[in-house]
């Protein structure tokens, strides 16, 4: 590796395992019985302290690290005590900066109570928690196991054993939701005193379970009206809640915005370890082998499991400037801009210019894409 990070950049940790298999998910995770040989659940969290420390050894002349983001698949599943021993390797090998944020995502049934007091005592300041929907129906749908009180236990238990940051990620738009499904989920999550709220649109993607039953006509592919719909009520009523959206599917009340993935949105630097994890250095992009056996292997050699490399030109880097930095709340400047098209889309009231900046509407947000588009082409 030719690049050093520059401060303050983050470290992704992969952990690439469920317990089952959402239907709507495809992400490069793995259950228990779809790994095969040279895979186990159990060795993980020691290749991936060694890939932590090959890492090192590739970027000499790194500072401090500002966020560490445990994601997956279920960070927890492997258990608090693993996730505190490769943090505590992670700070030896780079150290932390002060005040660093360090995250872990988990499932709801995915870690208790004790395991909560583990991870806060051993260095994590924030977690996630992937809740979906308070609506059993929904549940179902989206083939959660966990159930819409458990949800609601364990976000306040992360409250009481004493995490200033807790989020919640719900889904809306799932066939067979209601308003008032949504609604409720939304309220009940707020009103357990998390500080951070993530709210995604359901995609059907090709591939998945949910994807194989709506093409055969078994669940109702879900509506991008309806969509638009119920992101206007979980906006509402987050911000009758105290928080406000920082970037397009998140909100916060202050000082809970997540910093690590604010890094993404900024285009700083990250390194991503484990399976299929993706990295960045000053233009500089690679993600590892996706397997975990075949990551395994490599690791074992004491080599970086790198399957490609990509250098963005300066094109390339504009548009993603352009492309993630219209997501948030904090905007672009007006000059970054094609001044034809902002004046445009403020016209058609998708954009808003405060002094030098330009920012989405709440129209603007529902369109995001489309926005970004237009002034990327």
Not at 115 to 120: A, I, K, Q, S, T
Not at 275 to 290: C, F, I, M, Q, T
Not at 301 to 324: I, K, N
Request: negative net charge.
């Amino acid at each position: 590796m030719d690049r050093q990070p520059r401060s303050p950049w983050g470290l992704y940790l992969h952990v690439p395992y469920c317990a089952t298999r959402c239907g709507y998910c495809d992400f490069n995770t793995y259950t228990a019985d779809e790994l095969g040989p040279g895979a186990s659940r159990a060795g993980y969290a020691d290749t991936l302290v060694e890939e932590i420390r090959l890492a090192r050894r590739a970027l000499p002349d790194a500072p401090a690290v500002s966020t560490v983001f445990f994601g997956g698949g279920t960070p927890t599943l492997i258990g608090a005590d693993a996730l505190v021993r490769i943090l505590s390797v992670v700070r030896t090998e780079f150290g932390l900066e002060p005040g660093a944020e360090v995250t872990t995502e988990a499932n709801p049934d995915s870690l208790d109570r004790s395991g909560l007091e583990r991870l806060l005592a051993g260095g994590f300041t924030r977690v996630s928690f992937g809740v979906q929907s308070l609506a059993p129906g929904v549940l179902r749908v989206l083939d959660r196991t966990h159930t819409p009180g458990r949800s609601l236990e364990v976000l306040r238990d992360a409250r009481e054993v004493g995490f200033a940051h807790v989020s919640a990620d719900l889904i809306y738009g799932t066939p067979g939701e209601t308003d008032s499904d949504l609604a409720e989920s939304v309220e009940r999550v707020l009103e357990s005193g998390i500080d951070h709220l993530s709210a995604y649109a359901l995609i059907v993607e090709p591939g998945t379970r949910l994807g194989r039953q709506v093409a055969r006509g078994e669940v109702v592919s879900p509506d991008d009206d309806i969509a638009a719909d119920r992101y206007g009520i979980v906006d509402a009523i987050a911000q009758v809640a105290g928080l406000d959206w920082y970037e397009v599917s998140n909100w916060a009340r202050p000082g809970g915005e997540c910093r690590h993935n604010l890094g993404y949105w900024r285009g700083l630097d990250w390194w991503g370890a484990g399976p299929g994890a993706h990295g960045h250095l000053s233009g500089l992009r690679w993600w590892n082998v996706k397997h975990p056996a075949a990551y395994a292997a490599a690791i074992h050699g004491a080599e970086l499991p790198v399957a490609e490399y990509e250098e963005l030109g300066s094109q390339e880097r504009r548009v993603e400037h352009l492309m993630l930095g219209m997501r948030l709340r904090e905007g672009l400047p007006v000059a970054d801009i094609p001044a034809r098209e902002a004046d445009a889309l403020c016209a058609e009231g998708l954009l808003e210019l405060e002094e030098s900046l330009v920012r989405l509407t709440p129209r603007g947000r529902l369109l995001a894409d489309l926005v970004v588009r237009r002034i990327t082409d």
